[in-house]
């Protein structure tokens, strides 16, 4: 069953659904993954596959279009948003930068595999013959739960000692293997970004053929086009930032429409009160600039990836600053709407309730940490602002 409007466009397809996901949120949640409407949906508007290569049947889209798109989906739930980038963005991977025969696995005549994972390298790895076996407990696999590919980061040892890549840096690598070959657990049990699916798994002894590995810092670009050569840190970023733009805006529009009819006790009309109009115009005005930044940031790296081959280093760290700075004013936002909505925010069911979770959680990521500021700063200081 197709479920949007019949459009090119993946933002219009992506918005489209909106009402179904806010319908299917609050489910979600308690789930604690996507329900099958939703998951169905999204396969139908083929958002899943945004950021695959046309070759291999997926979208292919440049960086604008999947921010936005990513943005869409989390403003509508966010929740929704966060499975989808992290599916979207992991069989990019697989799309990229696995072999021939890997791919032609995933996307072939079986129709598209969803994939998802922690790609960081948590597990180990042997060479064994002609394959990898893989070992590993895993946590946080974002958007697994209607998976059909999982991946699984590993540092590859060789006689108990980490083995050297040729840029002297231990050798890591991820591998997918099939849903079928991997022991999937619970273990998502937390504040925010409860409907994610991020359960744990393992996998264990699994015979892996190099062809469905791919080395995580020296991954060669084997097929699409120069849209992917801002590199797998920044198509990442995108997604990051692409859900912290939309849980934003979303607590802010949620926020203005409760001061519209809310009055809380003892006091003037919300709307009416002088602190709230002022700080409500500086938090939608940080939101807007944190937009057009990361667009901006994001944009001009791919621009030079287009020209150039890659982005220039500030321009690849400008990428993950533009994704924790878009995720801290996202967060301050979301803890305003949910100051001032009183008890509507308190109260279940409360879209602004659910955007202060998700947000707080999203907070936590790895991803946006405080190295990604200092690592920006070091590198502008070693190459100057280009």
């Known amino acids: 069953m197709t479920t949007t409007a019949p459009t090119a466009d993946p933002v219009a397809r992506a918005r ?4 179904l996901i806010e319908a299917e949120a609050r489910t979600t949640e308690h789930a604690r993954t996507m329900t099958p409407r939703v998951v169905d949906a999204l396969r139908d508007a083929g958002l899943f596959w945004v950021q695959v290569p046309a070759v291999l049947g997926g979208g292919e889209v440049d960086i604008r279009t999947a921010l936005a798109v990513f943005e869409e ?17 992991s069989s990019c991977f697989a799309g990229i930068y696995l072999e021939d ?19 960081g390298p948590i597990g180990s790895g042997v060479r064994d013959g002609d394959a990898y076996v893989v070992d590993g407990e895993y946590r946080f696999g ?60 393992a996998v264990h002894a699994e015979r892996v053929d190099p062809a469905f590995t791919f080395p995580l810092l ?31 805006r979303r607590a802010l529009d949620e926020v203005l429409d409760i001061a519209r009819r809310k009055q809380r006790l003892g006091g003037d009309p919300i709307a009416e009160q002088q602190l709230f109009l002022h700080d409500f115009a500086m938090h939608d005005g940080a939101m807007r600039a944190a937009r057009a930044f990361t667009f901006e940031a994001f944009e001009r790296a791919e621009a030079t990836a287009h020209a150039e081959g890659a982005p220039t280093p500030v321009e690849a760290q400008r990428m993950r600053q533009a994704t924790t700075y878009a995720t801290r004013v996202a967060a301050d936002a979301a803890r305003f709407a949910y100051t001032w909505a009183g008890s509507d925010g308190l109260r279940e069911p409360s879209v602004v309730g659910r955007c202060f979770r998700d947000i707080s959680a999203g907070t936590q990521h790895l991803y946006v940490d405080n190295n990604t500021l200092t690592g920006y700063t070091q590198t502008l200081l070693a190459f100057g602002d280009d």
């Open 142 to 201: 974002s958007g697994c739960a209607h998976s059909t590919w999982f991946g699984a980061g590993f540092m590859e040892t060789r006689d108990g000692e980490p083995v050297v890549a040729e840029s002297g840096m231990p050798a890591m690598r991820v591998a997918f293997v099939p849903r079928d070959h991997v022991e999937l657990r619970d273990g998502w049990h937390v504040l925010g970004l409860q409907g994610t699916g991020s359960f744990d798994y």
């Open 218 to 248: 020296e991954a060669e670009q084997r097929r699409g086009g120069a849209n992917f050569r801002i590199g797998l840190f920044g198509i990442t970023a995108g997604g990051h930032a692409g859900f912290a733009l939309g849980v934003g």
């Open 16 to 19: 489209a659904l909106r009402d």
């Open 101 to 119: 025969a890997a791919v032609q696995a995933m996307f072939g005549a079986d129709g598209l595999g969803i994939h998802a994972g922690m790609l």
């Open 73 to 89: 989906l989390a403003y509508a739930d966010g929740s929704t948003g966060w499975s989808l980038m992290a599916n979207a963005t």
